[in-house]
């Protein structure tokens, strides 16, 4: 199992999506825990390493758990995403090891990984994934 957190960040019915340097899939901003880490203190360290803002911590705020097959993984290796809503300060631009970030609709569903791809459909399905 890999335990993974992840911010859910939407404007205007589309979603803040991530795409590391080398890799051709987009992933929502986010991460693994450091030993220790609780998962808001996950949160803000990851989204400030990959989009160089800073989360409101009084602002986070749960939005679900998705699991599905790891990406690059073995089968049956499964990936646990953790995730929030949240605030921040900043301005969004890409950091670390990001070349882009960009805007992603429902009908983009395709270029993500397949747990976000359970995350798209939720957030679909809702009404806030246009």
Known sequence: MIDKIAWLHLVDGRILSTRSRGKDVYYLPGGKREPGESDAETLIREVREEVDVEIKPESIEPA?????????????????????????????????????????????REKVSAVDKLIFDHLHKAGQLS
């Open 64 to 108: 679900g758990v998705f699991e599905a097959q790891a990406d690059g993984k073995a089968s049956g290796v499964v990936v646990r995403m953790t995730c929030f809503t949240a605030s921040y300060t900043g301005a969004l631009k890409a950091s670390s090891e990001i070349e882009e970030i960009t805007w992603l609709g429902y009908a983009d």
